[in-house]
Structures are given as structure tokens and as C-alpha cells.
């Protein structure tokens, strides 16, 4: 079965800096798709990055950019130049079919 | 990206009764929706897989008598919760596959079910 799994249950950063939010997956598949969603207070799930399994190329949307090593069955979210409105909780997720998520990370920034 | 809608975003009914939430894609047609199930601090827990014209699909351990879903049609899918108890109070929220964006699911706003 695949998983998910986010180690960082709790990460915060300083306004205007950068952090990176750690995801580690496990499937036997080849072909996939991951995604990073954000949920703020509202709890409304925000798309933030998709990548294809098959793209060597690392996903980038605007400030928000992914590191993907397929070996290493691993896929981390870079938030450059954090602003206030980023605060949230962020789930790692993986599709087959059907989207597994990661426990989340909730992303604190100081001002 | 694509909108999808979620109604009513909070309810509040007595126990013994049952609650219909709904889950609209706008802007596209979805042959499939999910449904899942959040507790306060928790991950997102799939409930079900709704698809369009046949019978939902539910996780392991999820009543399906419990837990009605109706997929009507190519923008509409609902959850009926049957009899409700407060054992069902949660955050409910719904997702639709967009068929043009790479198996990207988009996610209704939630519903939040409180049960008396």
C-alpha cells in the first residue's frame, strides 16, 4: 500500500524568510502524480504545486517550489519570501487513483 | 483552478436523524468525487469514491448503510449520513476529480456536522 509521510508535524519561520516542508512517500508505481495542499483556518484545501512523476524538472509556482528525487522517494516544498497569509497546514499527497496524504505540517510565521 | 461547492457548510441535527450534504463541480464535469472525513488535527481520511452512474466505492471500515452516496450526475454528488449519532459529528469534505487536470482533485469547503 502506498504512504505517505510527513516527519515535521510542526515548523515555523520568520516572515520573509525561507523553509522547506519534508514529504517521503512509499509505492511500487512508476507513474504518479504528487501534490501539496495547504489548509488554513478556513480548512478550505488549497492546491499549491502538482508534479509528474515522470518530469525530471522540479514544479515552481511563484514563491513555492518542489525538490523531487523519485529514487529517494522523496518530495519537499521550498516556501521562499514567507509572508503572514502562508500560515496553514500543509499535506503532502500522493495519487494512484486516489490521493493518500501525509499526517500534514502546520507552518507557523513569526512576523 | 476549478471550483467545487459544498452545502450547507454547517449543520446541526439531533440524534436519530439524517443529513444530505452536497458537493458541486461548476466550471467542469467530474465522473468521479471522493468524500472524506476530518477530525480536529488530523489528516484527511477517505471515506468513499463516488462515481457517476454506478456505485460508490467505500474505504475499509466505512459503513456504506451508514454513509449514503449518490453520484446523479456528471456535477453532483452526495453524502447522506442515516441516523445520525454524535459519534458522526466531524468535518466532512468533498473533492472532484478534474478529468482535464492530471487526476488533480479539487476540494469543496467542508462541512461541519455537529450531532446532538
Known amino acids: 500500500a502506498q504512504t505517505v509521510t510527513q516527519s515535521q508535524p510542526e515548523m515555523s519561520v520568520q516572515e520573509a524568510e525561507t523553509v522547506t516542508l519534508s514529504c517521503t512517500y512509499d509505492?511500487?508505481?512508476?507513474?504518479?502524480?504528487l501534490f501539496w495542499y495547504k489548509q488554513p483556518p478556513s480548512r478550505q484545501m488549497i492546491l499549491v504545486i502538482r508534479?509528474?512523476?515522470?518530469?525530471?524538472q522540479n514544479a515552481t509556482e511563484n514563491r513555492f517550489s518542489v525538490n523531487f528525487q523519485k529514487a529517494a522517494k522523496s518530495f519537499s516544498l521550498k516556501i521562499s519570501d514567507s509572508q503572514l497569509g502562508d500560515a496553514a497546514m500543509y499535506f503532502c499527497?500522493?495519487?494512484?487513483?486516489?490521493?493518500?496524504f501525509g499526517q500534514g505540517t502546520r507552518l507557523t510565521i513569526n512576523p | 483552478g476549478a471550483v467545487v461547492s459544498q452545502h450547507p457548510s454547517w449543520v446541526i441535527c439531533k440524534s436519530g436523524t439524517s443529513v444530505k450534504i452536497e458537493c458541486r463541480s461548476l466550471?467542469?464535469?467530474?465522473?468521479?468525487m471522493f468524500w472524506y472525513r476530518q477530525f480536529p488535527k488530523q489528516s484527511l481520511m477517505l471515506m468513499a469514491t463516488?462515481?457517476?452512474?454506478?456505485?460508490?466505492?467505500?474505504e475499509q471500515g466505512v459503513e456504506k448503510d451508514k454513509f449514503l452516496i449518490n453520484h446523479a450526475s456528471l456535477t453532483l454528488s452526495t453524502l447522506t449520513v442515516t441516523s445520525a449519532h454524535p459519534e458522526d459529528s466531524s468535518f466532512y469534505i468533498c473533492?472532484?476529480?478534474?478529468?482535464?487536470?492530471?487526476?488533480?482533485?479539487?476540494f469543496g469547503p467542508g462541512t461541519r456536522l455537529t450531532v446532538l
Open positions: 473533492s472532484a476529480r478534474d478529468p482535464r487536470g492530471q487526476d488533480t482533485q479539487y
Open positions: 509505492t511500487s508505481e512508476s507513474d504518479y502524480y
Open positions: 508534479q509528474e512523476a515522470y518530469k525530471q
Open positions: 499527497a500522493y495519487v494512484n487513483q486516489k490521493l493518500v
Open positions: 466550471d467542469f464535469q467530474a465522473t468521479t
Open positions: 463516488s462515481n457517476e452512474g454506478s456505485k460508490a466505492t467505500y
